[in-house]
Protein backbone atom coordinates (compact mmCIF):
# COMPACT_ATOMS: atom_id res chain seq x y z
CA UNK A 1 0.00 0.00 0.00
CA UNK A 2 2.76 2.39 0.94
CA UNK A 3 3.98 1.76 -2.60
CA UNK A 4 1.06 2.86 -4.07
CA UNK A 5 0.77 6.01 -2.61
CA UNK A 6 4.18 6.57 -3.02
CA UNK A 7 3.32 6.37 -6.96
CA UNK A 8 0.33 8.57 -6.49
CA UNK A 9 2.80 11.32 -4.67
CA UNK A 10 5.53 11.11 -6.70
CA UNK A 11 3.04 11.86 -9.62
CA UNK A 12 1.68 14.69 -8.06
CA UNK A 13 5.16 15.78 -6.94
CA UNK A 14 5.71 15.77 -10.87
CA UNK A 15 2.83 17.73 -12.21
CA UNK A 16 2.96 20.49 -9.74
CA UNK A 17 5.96 21.01 -7.94
CA UNK A 18 8.41 23.84 -9.70
CA UNK A 19 11.80 23.91 -10.14
CA UNK A 20 13.77 26.49 -7.04
CA UNK A 21 14.64 29.93 -7.61
CA UNK A 22 18.03 30.71 -9.68
CA UNK A 23 20.24 31.49 -7.56
CA UNK A 24 19.69 34.96 -8.23
CA UNK A 25 19.05 37.29 -4.91
CA UNK A 26 19.88 35.42 -1.73
CA UNK A 27 18.08 36.51 1.15
CA UNK A 28 20.20 38.43 3.53
CA UNK A 29 19.59 36.35 6.21
CA UNK A 30 21.38 33.42 4.19
CA UNK A 31 23.74 35.42 2.02
CA UNK A 32 26.98 34.92 4.94
CA UNK A 33 26.37 31.13 4.66
CA UNK A 34 25.98 31.15 0.86
CA UNK A 35 29.41 33.15 0.38
CA UNK A 36 31.45 31.41 2.98
CA UNK A 37 30.12 27.46 1.42
CA UNK A 38 31.54 29.52 -2.04
CA UNK A 39 34.89 30.39 -0.12
CA UNK A 40 35.01 27.49 1.70
CA UNK A 41 32.71 24.43 0.86
CA UNK A 42 31.46 22.14 3.35
CA UNK A 43 31.89 18.40 2.62
CA UNK A 44 29.77 16.87 0.26
CA UNK A 45 27.22 14.21 2.17
CA UNK A 46 26.77 15.57 5.28
CA UNK A 47 23.78 15.64 7.34
CA UNK A 48 21.91 18.92 7.09
CA UNK A 49 19.85 20.47 10.14
CA UNK A 50 17.83 22.97 9.06
CA UNK A 51 15.09 25.12 10.54
CA UNK A 52 14.43 27.57 13.01
CA UNK A 53 16.28 29.84 16.21
CA UNK A 54 15.99 25.99 17.81
CA UNK A 55 18.27 24.61 15.01
CA UNK A 56 20.89 28.21 15.55
CA UNK A 57 20.63 27.58 19.06
CA UNK A 58 21.69 24.23 18.65
CA UNK A 59 25.52 24.71 20.06
CA UNK A 60 26.71 21.52 20.56
CA UNK A 61 25.32 20.06 17.67
CA UNK A 62 28.41 19.49 15.60
CA UNK A 63 30.13 18.09 19.00
CA UNK A 64 26.81 15.38 19.56
CA UNK A 65 27.37 14.22 15.96
CA UNK A 66 30.90 14.51 15.70
CA UNK A 67 31.52 11.28 14.20
CA UNK A 68 28.84 13.10 11.04
CA UNK A 69 30.03 15.56 8.76
CA UNK A 70 27.17 18.38 10.14
CA UNK A 71 26.00 21.68 8.61
CA UNK A 72 23.78 23.67 11.06
CA UNK A 73 21.67 26.21 9.15
CA UNK A 74 18.97 27.93 11.78
CA UNK A 75 17.44 31.02 11.58
CA UNK A 76 15.12 32.68 14.06
CA UNK A 77 11.93 33.20 13.42
CA UNK A 78 11.82 31.61 10.08
CA UNK A 79 8.95 29.56 8.88
CA UNK A 80 8.25 25.86 6.80
CA UNK A 81 6.36 28.20 4.50
CA UNK A 82 9.87 30.00 3.88
CA UNK A 83 11.75 26.64 3.45
CA UNK A 84 11.13 26.81 -0.45
CA UNK A 85 12.76 29.84 -0.96
CA UNK A 86 15.57 28.40 1.17
CA UNK A 87 16.24 25.34 -0.85
CA UNK A 88 18.22 26.46 -3.38
CA UNK A 89 20.94 28.36 -1.62
CA UNK A 90 21.26 26.28 1.55
CA UNK A 91 19.99 22.30 0.84
CA UNK A 92 20.94 22.23 -3.18
CA UNK A 93 24.45 23.47 -2.68
CA UNK A 94 25.04 21.08 0.19
CA UNK A 95 24.56 17.83 -1.23
CA UNK A 96 22.98 16.57 1.89
CA UNK A 97 23.24 12.97 2.36
CA UNK A 98 20.30 13.10 4.96
CA UNK A 99 18.19 16.24 5.72
CA UNK A 100 16.69 16.95 9.76
CA UNK A 101 14.32 20.06 9.84
CA UNK A 102 13.02 21.65 12.57
CA UNK A 103 10.35 24.21 11.15
CA UNK A 104 6.42 24.87 11.77
CA UNK A 105 5.73 26.14 15.54
CA UNK A 106 6.10 29.33 13.75
CA UNK A 107 4.27 29.10 11.55
CA UNK A 108 1.46 27.82 14.00
CA UNK A 109 2.15 30.58 16.80
CA UNK A 110 1.76 33.00 13.74
CA UNK A 111 -1.87 32.19 13.23
CA UNK A 112 -1.58 29.46 10.45
CA UNK A 113 -3.97 26.61 11.00
CA UNK A 114 -2.74 22.82 10.95
CA UNK A 115 -3.90 22.30 7.53
CA UNK A 116 -1.88 24.54 5.90
CA UNK A 117 0.95 23.89 8.11
CA UNK A 118 0.72 20.55 6.64
CA UNK A 119 0.41 22.10 3.50
CA UNK A 120 3.40 23.98 3.44
CA UNK A 121 5.17 20.77 4.44
CA UNK A 122 4.04 19.10 1.62
CA UNK A 123 5.46 21.88 -1.28
CA UNK A 124 8.48 21.54 0.76
CA UNK A 125 8.85 17.66 0.19
CA UNK A 126 7.37 18.18 -3.65
CA UNK A 127 10.40 20.64 -4.46
CA UNK A 128 12.46 18.28 -2.30
CA UNK A 129 11.41 14.67 -4.07
CA UNK A 130 11.52 16.34 -7.68
CA UNK A 131 15.58 17.27 -6.66
CA UNK A 132 16.32 14.87 -4.67
CA UNK A 133 14.26 11.83 -4.82
CA UNK A 134 15.98 9.65 -2.28
CA UNK A 135 17.45 11.53 0.58
CA UNK A 136 16.80 10.71 3.89
CA UNK A 137 14.16 13.61 5.26
CA UNK A 138 13.82 13.36 9.23
CA UNK A 139 11.28 15.77 10.07
CA UNK A 140 11.12 16.62 14.15
CA UNK A 141 7.16 17.18 15.50
CA UNK A 142 6.59 20.16 16.59
CA UNK A 143 5.89 19.97 20.37
CA UNK A 144 4.83 22.01 23.24
CA UNK A 145 7.01 24.40 24.90
CA UNK A 146 6.07 26.71 28.37
CA UNK A 147 4.23 29.54 26.01
CA UNK A 148 2.37 27.53 23.30
CA UNK A 149 -0.48 26.07 24.92
CA UNK A 150 -2.47 28.26 22.50
CA UNK A 151 -1.20 26.37 19.58
CA UNK A 152 -2.21 22.79 20.83
CA UNK A 153 -4.89 21.63 18.98
CA UNK A 154 -3.69 23.42 15.59
CA UNK A 155 -0.20 21.74 16.05
CA UNK A 156 -1.20 18.03 17.00
CA UNK A 157 -3.57 18.35 13.98
CA UNK A 158 -0.18 19.55 12.01
CA UNK A 159 1.97 16.75 13.23
CA UNK A 160 -0.61 14.33 12.34
CA UNK A 161 -1.20 15.39 8.81
CA UNK A 162 2.32 15.30 8.17
CA UNK A 163 3.47 11.79 9.61
CA UNK A 164 0.50 10.33 7.58
CA UNK A 165 2.20 11.68 4.70
CA UNK A 166 5.62 10.95 5.79
CA UNK A 167 4.19 7.16 5.38
CA UNK A 168 3.79 7.58 1.89
CA UNK A 169 7.60 8.23 1.18
CA UNK A 170 10.26 5.88 1.93
CA UNK A 171 12.94 8.35 2.54
CA UNK A 172 11.04 10.34 5.33
CA UNK A 173 10.51 9.73 8.85
CA UNK A 174 8.89 11.41 11.30
CA UNK A 175 10.38 11.80 14.62
CA UNK A 176 7.97 11.98 17.16
CA UNK A 177 9.47 14.33 19.80
CA UNK A 178 6.03 15.64 20.83
CA UNK A 179 5.44 11.74 22.46
CA UNK A 180 7.84 12.81 24.44
CA UNK A 181 7.30 16.06 25.73
CA UNK A 182 3.86 15.90 26.17
CA UNK A 183 4.54 13.01 28.59
CA UNK A 184 5.78 15.43 30.82
CA UNK A 185 4.39 17.28 33.65
CA UNK A 186 4.86 20.76 33.86
CA UNK A 187 7.15 20.89 36.15
CA UNK A 188 9.55 17.90 34.22
CA UNK A 189 8.81 20.57 31.07
CA UNK A 190 10.30 23.66 32.81
CA UNK A 191 13.30 21.47 33.32
CA UNK A 192 14.12 21.74 29.56
CA UNK A 193 13.35 25.36 29.08
CA UNK A 194 15.57 28.17 29.24
CA UNK A 195 12.78 30.54 28.45
CA UNK A 196 9.28 29.93 27.15
CA UNK A 197 10.24 28.63 23.68
CA UNK A 198 13.90 27.80 23.57
CA UNK A 199 15.70 24.57 24.87
CA UNK A 200 18.11 24.92 27.91
CA UNK A 201 21.23 22.00 27.66
CA UNK A 202 19.08 19.34 29.36
CA UNK A 203 16.55 19.64 26.84
CA UNK A 204 18.86 19.33 23.82
CA UNK A 205 20.57 16.54 25.90
CA UNK A 206 16.74 15.11 25.79
CA UNK A 207 16.37 15.99 21.17
CA UNK A 208 20.11 14.19 21.22
CA UNK A 209 18.77 11.01 22.81
CA UNK A 210 15.28 10.65 20.42
CA UNK A 211 17.06 11.94 16.89
CA UNK A 212 20.15 10.53 16.91
CA UNK A 213 19.47 6.59 16.90
CA UNK A 214 16.43 7.55 14.13
CA UNK A 215 19.27 9.02 12.29
CA UNK A 216 21.76 5.99 13.04
CA UNK A 217 19.06 3.89 11.31
CA UNK A 218 19.06 5.58 8.46
CA UNK A 219 22.45 6.91 8.41
CA UNK A 220 25.42 5.87 9.76
CA UNK A 221 28.26 7.89 11.05
CA UNK A 222 30.28 9.28 7.88
CA UNK A 223 33.05 10.51 9.35
CA UNK A 224 36.62 9.43 8.68
CA UNK A 225 39.72 10.71 10.22
CA UNK A 226 41.85 12.06 7.37
CA UNK A 227 45.09 13.73 8.36
CA UNK A 228 45.74 16.55 7.31
CA UNK A 229 49.31 16.96 6.00
CA UNK A 230 49.32 20.95 7.03
CA UNK A 231 48.28 20.41 10.74
CA UNK A 232 50.60 22.66 12.90
CA UNK A 233 53.30 20.92 14.62
CA UNK A 234 54.81 20.19 17.96
CA UNK A 235 56.33 23.68 18.15
CA UNK A 236 53.90 25.28 16.39
CA UNK A 237 51.75 28.69 17.15
CA UNK A 238 47.99 29.28 16.00
CA UNK A 239 46.73 33.00 17.00
CA UNK A 240 42.90 34.49 16.69
CA UNK A 241 42.20 37.82 17.18
CA UNK A 242 37.88 38.20 17.82
CA UNK A 243 36.11 41.03 16.67
CA UNK A 244 34.85 43.53 14.19
CA UNK A 245 37.07 44.87 11.32
CA UNK A 246 34.68 47.59 9.91
CA UNK A 247 35.13 49.91 7.00
CA UNK A 248 35.49 52.90 9.03
CA UNK A 249 37.45 51.40 11.65
CA UNK A 250 35.62 52.72 14.28
CA UNK A 251 35.18 49.75 16.05
CA UNK A 252 38.10 47.36 15.67
CA UNK A 253 40.64 46.52 13.41
CA UNK A 254 41.97 43.28 12.19
CA UNK A 255 44.99 42.18 13.42
CA UNK A 256 47.53 42.64 10.20
CA UNK A 257 50.71 39.92 9.89
CA UNK A 258 53.44 40.43 10.37
CA UNK A 259 52.81 42.01 13.60
CA UNK A 260 55.28 43.98 15.57
CA UNK A 261 57.06 40.36 16.52
CA UNK A 262 56.43 38.67 13.15
CA UNK A 263 53.69 36.60 13.73
CA UNK A 264 50.84 35.92 11.66
CA UNK A 265 47.28 36.22 13.55
CA UNK A 266 43.74 34.90 11.88
CA UNK A 267 41.20 37.14 11.69
CA UNK A 268 37.19 36.39 11.21
CA UNK A 269 35.38 37.77 8.30
CA UNK A 270 35.07 41.87 8.29
CA UNK A 271 32.09 42.69 10.38
CA UNK A 272 30.65 45.95 11.77
CA UNK A 273 30.53 46.54 15.46
CA UNK A 274 27.09 44.98 16.83
CA UNK A 275 27.07 42.41 13.87
CA UNK A 276 25.42 38.75 14.86
CA UNK A 277 28.12 35.81 13.74
CA UNK A 278 25.84 32.65 13.58
CA UNK A 279 26.05 29.24 14.27
CA UNK A 280 27.51 27.55 10.99
CA UNK A 281 29.63 30.18 9.33
CA UNK A 282 33.27 29.13 8.58
CA UNK A 283 36.24 29.71 7.07
CA UNK A 284 39.12 28.32 6.22
CA UNK A 285 42.65 29.21 5.19
CA UNK A 286 43.95 29.30 8.97
CA UNK A 287 47.96 30.26 9.22
CA UNK A 288 50.10 29.56 11.76
CA UNK A 289 52.16 32.47 13.64
CA UNK A 290 55.05 31.86 11.29
CA UNK A 291 52.38 32.47 7.92
CA UNK A 292 52.57 29.22 6.62
CA UNK A 293 49.13 27.84 6.25
CA UNK A 294 48.08 25.00 8.16
CA UNK A 295 44.57 23.48 6.56
CA UNK A 296 42.37 24.10 9.82
CA UNK A 297 38.68 25.41 9.42
CA UNK A 298 36.97 27.39 12.05
CA UNK A 299 33.29 26.89 12.18
CA UNK A 300 30.82 28.85 14.34
CA UNK A 301 29.02 26.40 16.76
CA UNK A 302 26.96 29.02 19.05
CA UNK A 303 26.33 32.41 18.07
CA UNK A 304 28.53 35.63 18.68
CA UNK A 305 27.90 39.19 18.60
CA UNK A 306 31.24 41.67 17.35
CA UNK A 307 32.26 44.26 19.73
CA UNK A 308 35.36 46.89 20.80
CA UNK A 309 36.49 50.10 20.77
CA UNK A 310 33.57 52.13 21.20
CA UNK A 311 32.56 49.19 23.79
CA UNK A 312 35.20 48.50 26.55
CA UNK A 313 37.63 46.68 24.51
CA UNK A 314 41.42 47.16 25.86
CA UNK A 315 43.44 49.80 24.35
CA UNK A 316 46.00 52.53 24.96
CA UNK A 317 46.48 53.85 27.59
CA UNK A 318 44.84 51.46 29.22
CA UNK A 319 47.14 48.09 27.93
CA UNK A 320 47.94 46.08 26.61
CA UNK A 321 51.05 45.53 28.40
CA UNK A 322 53.28 42.43 26.81
CA UNK A 323 54.39 42.55 30.58
CA UNK A 324 50.75 41.18 31.55
CA UNK A 325 49.92 39.45 28.77
CA UNK A 326 52.79 38.32 26.78
CA UNK A 327 52.08 37.42 23.42
CA UNK A 328 48.73 38.25 23.54
CA UNK A 329 49.50 42.41 24.15
CA UNK A 330 48.76 43.25 20.64
CA UNK A 331 46.33 46.00 20.37
CA UNK A 332 44.44 45.55 17.28
CA UNK A 333 43.53 41.92 19.13
CA UNK A 334 42.75 43.20 22.58
CA UNK A 335 40.93 46.75 21.71
CA UNK A 336 37.60 44.52 20.29
CA UNK A 337 35.74 41.02 20.61
CA UNK A 338 33.08 38.53 20.38
CA UNK A 339 30.60 38.29 23.47
CA UNK A 340 27.81 35.54 23.94
CA UNK A 341 25.35 35.73 26.59
CA UNK A 342 24.07 32.37 27.39
CA UNK A 343 24.41 31.19 31.18
CA UNK A 344 21.69 28.31 30.96
CA UNK A 345 19.33 29.47 33.59
CA UNK A 346 16.36 30.47 33.23
CA UNK A 347 15.66 34.32 34.21
CA UNK A 348 19.54 34.47 33.90
CA UNK A 349 20.93 36.02 30.35
CA UNK A 350 19.73 35.94 27.07
CA UNK A 351 20.59 32.46 25.64
CA UNK A 352 20.23 33.62 22.14
CA UNK A 353 23.79 33.90 21.90
CA UNK A 354 25.30 30.74 23.04
CA UNK A 355 28.82 31.26 21.60
CA UNK A 356 31.12 28.52 20.76
CA UNK A 357 32.99 27.03 17.70
CA UNK A 358 35.01 24.10 16.40
CA UNK A 359 38.42 23.96 15.20
CA UNK A 360 39.26 20.71 12.69
CA UNK A 361 42.39 19.43 10.86
CA UNK A 362 44.12 19.36 14.25
CA UNK A 363 46.59 16.38 14.90
CA UNK A 364 44.63 13.92 17.63
CA UNK A 365 48.48 12.86 18.37
CA UNK A 366 49.56 16.37 19.55
CA UNK A 367 48.10 17.99 22.81
CA UNK A 368 47.28 21.39 22.84
CA UNK A 369 47.49 24.41 25.10
CA UNK A 370 44.53 26.78 25.00
CA UNK A 371 45.19 30.45 26.14
CA UNK A 372 42.18 32.82 26.35
CA UNK A 373 41.99 36.49 26.75
CA UNK A 374 38.77 38.41 27.21
CA UNK A 375 37.62 42.11 28.69
CA UNK A 376 34.91 44.61 28.71
CA UNK A 377 35.63 48.10 30.44
CA UNK A 378 32.42 47.54 32.75
CA UNK A 379 31.51 47.97 36.36
CA UNK A 380 29.59 44.56 36.97
CA UNK A 381 31.45 41.80 37.37
CA UNK A 382 31.29 39.56 34.60
CA UNK A 383 33.36 36.11 34.52
CA UNK A 384 33.55 33.69 31.28
CA UNK A 385 33.97 30.14 31.21
CA UNK A 386 35.68 28.67 28.23
CA UNK A 387 35.42 25.28 27.88
CA UNK A 388 37.13 22.96 25.49
CA UNK A 389 35.48 19.61 24.02
CA UNK A 390 38.25 16.80 22.57
CA UNK A 391 39.08 13.71 23.75
CA UNK A 392 38.51 15.20 27.23
CA UNK A 393 36.84 17.96 28.39
CA UNK A 394 38.55 20.89 30.12
CA UNK A 395 37.52 23.98 31.66
CA UNK A 396 38.74 27.53 33.12
CA UNK A 397 37.12 31.01 33.98
CA UNK A 398 38.39 34.31 33.62
CA UNK A 399 36.75 37.62 35.46
CA UNK A 400 36.74 40.18 32.73
CA UNK A 401 34.81 43.29 34.21
CA UNK A 402 34.54 44.91 37.62
CA UNK A 403 34.76 47.95 38.78
CA UNK A 404 38.93 48.89 38.77
CA UNK A 405 39.87 45.53 38.11
CA UNK A 406 42.50 46.78 35.84
CA UNK A 407 45.95 46.28 36.96
CA UNK A 408 46.66 50.35 37.03
CA UNK A 409 43.63 50.59 39.38
CA UNK A 410 41.26 52.77 37.16
CA UNK A 411 40.19 50.69 34.09
CA UNK A 412 36.69 48.60 34.58
CA UNK A 413 38.19 46.13 32.49
CA UNK A 414 40.63 43.09 32.68
CA UNK A 415 44.24 43.32 31.32
CA UNK A 416 46.71 41.35 33.19
CA UNK A 417 45.06 37.96 33.80
CA UNK A 418 45.26 34.76 30.89
CA UNK A 419 42.39 31.65 30.97
CA UNK A 420 44.46 28.76 30.35
CA UNK A 421 44.08 25.38 29.57
CA UNK A 422 47.25 22.57 29.01
CA UNK A 423 47.20 19.32 27.50
CA UNK A 424 43.92 19.64 25.48
CA UNK A 425 43.71 16.95 23.25
CA UNK A 426 41.29 16.99 20.15
CA UNK A 427 38.96 13.82 19.54
CA UNK A 428 39.35 10.89 17.16
CA UNK A 429 39.01 13.27 14.25
CA UNK A 430 40.82 16.30 14.94
CA UNK A 431 38.01 18.47 15.97
CA UNK A 432 38.14 20.55 19.44
CA UNK A 433 35.04 22.69 20.77
CA UNK A 434 35.24 25.51 22.42
CA UNK A 435 31.43 26.68 24.50
CA UNK A 436 31.78 30.20 26.16
CA UNK A 437 29.71 30.51 29.48
CA UNK A 438 28.60 33.62 31.22
CA UNK A 439 28.87 32.59 34.90
CA UNK A 440 28.61 35.92 36.42
CA UNK A 441 27.06 38.87 35.01
CA UNK A 442 25.38 37.73 31.92
CA UNK A 443 28.18 38.25 29.15
CA UNK A 444 30.88 36.13 28.30
CA UNK A 445 33.97 37.84 26.16
CA UNK A 446 36.91 36.54 23.77
CA UNK A 447 39.03 38.92 22.14
CA UNK A 448 42.23 36.75 21.89
CA UNK A 449 43.66 33.15 21.48
CA UNK A 450 46.60 31.57 21.52
CA UNK A 451 47.51 28.06 20.65
CA UNK A 452 50.53 26.22 21.38
CA UNK A 453 51.30 22.37 20.17
CA UNK A 454 53.77 20.23 22.08
CA UNK A 455 54.45 16.34 21.95
CA UNK A 456 52.00 14.79 24.64
CA UNK A 457 53.33 14.96 28.34
CA UNK A 458 55.48 18.29 27.16
CA UNK A 459 52.57 20.05 29.06
CA UNK A 460 50.47 20.01 32.07
CA UNK A 461 46.95 19.49 32.34
CA UNK A 462 44.33 16.90 32.47
CA UNK A 463 40.67 16.27 31.66
CA UNK A 464 38.47 17.60 34.22
Not at 169 to 180: E, F, G, R, V
Not at 193 to 220: C, F, Q, S, T
Not at 386 to 397: E, F, I, L, N, R
Not at 427 to 451: C, K, N, P
Request: contains cysteine; glycine residues 12%; negative net charge.
Amino acid sequence: MKAFVLLLLTASIMVSAEEPAGQGSVPGHLAKWVTQDRLDPPAAGSVLFIGSSSIRRWDSLARDFADYHVIQRGWGGSWLAEMDEAFPHVVLPCKPAAIVMWAGTNDLSGGRSGEQVHDDFLTFLRLLRRHLPTTPFLYLGATPTLANAGTTAARKTANSLIEATIETDPHAYYIDLAAHFEALGREDLEKLYVDPIHLNRAGYAVWLGLIRPRLEEVLKPNKTFVANPDAPAAGDRVLFDFGPHDALRIDGHATEGPDADGRHWNNWFPVDGGARITSGEHKAGLVNADGRPNGMRWTITGGFVANGLRNGGLFPPHGPAPDLLGGLAVATATEDYFFSTADDRKGGGDDDLPGGFMLSGLNPELAYTFRFFGTRADADVRRTEYAVHGSGHWTATLRTSGADIGSDGSYDGNDDEIAVIEGVRPDAFGQVFVDMLAIEGGFAYLGAMEIDVSEPGASGGSPR
